[in-house]
Structures are given as structure tokens and as C-alpha cells.
């Protein structure tokens, strides 16, 4: 599902590529390495169609459970974009 995933957003395609992504949390839940970087992009996907709350909860998912995780870093810094106002 991660390499569907990617190759939905390379088709800018962000509503499917978030839900391949989902599908890999669904189905390996915190027992997989690869799901801190799924969830978190399917919280970028999700930020790109518009659905910044639902991205958000991604986000702080990915931060408060897999807080020693490579993603943990980036979903922290996405999700203090998405809390920022606008400029």
C-alpha cells in the first residue's frame, strides 16, 4: 500500500493516496515499522485536498505514539504549519 500510496501522489491523486496510506495503519497498527510514516503522509495528502483537522489528528497520532520515530519529527513540524495562522 505505501508504494500505491506514493504513486497516487505523484499522480496528485490525494484523496486516494491518503487512503492507501490509512490502510496500512489499519491493517499492521503500531506493530510495523513503516506505519509512523504512513500515517504521516497520509496527514500531508490530506492537508493538500483541504482536510486540515482531519490531517492534524494524523499528525499529533503520529507525534504522541510514535514519538521515537524519523516521522514523529516531520509530523511535528507540519502540524506547527498547520496551527500557525496564515501570513
Not at 491523486?13 to 499492521?28: N, T
Not at 483537522?53 to 516521522?71: C, F, H, I, P, T
Request: charged share 20%.
Amino acid at each position: 500500500y505505501f508504494i500505491v500510496g506514493q504513486g497516487q501522489l505523484l499522480r496528485q491523486e490525494f484523496d486516494l493516496a491518503a487512503a492507501s496510506f490509512l490502510q496500512i495503519s489499519l491493517v499492521y497498527k503500531t506493530d510495523h515499522p513503516v506505519t509512523s510514516d504512513a500515517l504521516f503522509e497520509a496527514g500531508q495528502a490530506l492537508t493538500r485536498i483541504g482536510l486540515r483537522a482531519e490531517a492534524g489528528r494524523l499528525l499529533q497520532e503520529v507525534v504522541r505514539d510514535y514519538s521515537r520515530s524519523e516521522a514523529s519529527g516531520r509530523a511535528q513540524q507540519l502540524l506547527n504549519e498547520l496551527l500557525s495562522p496564515p501570513k
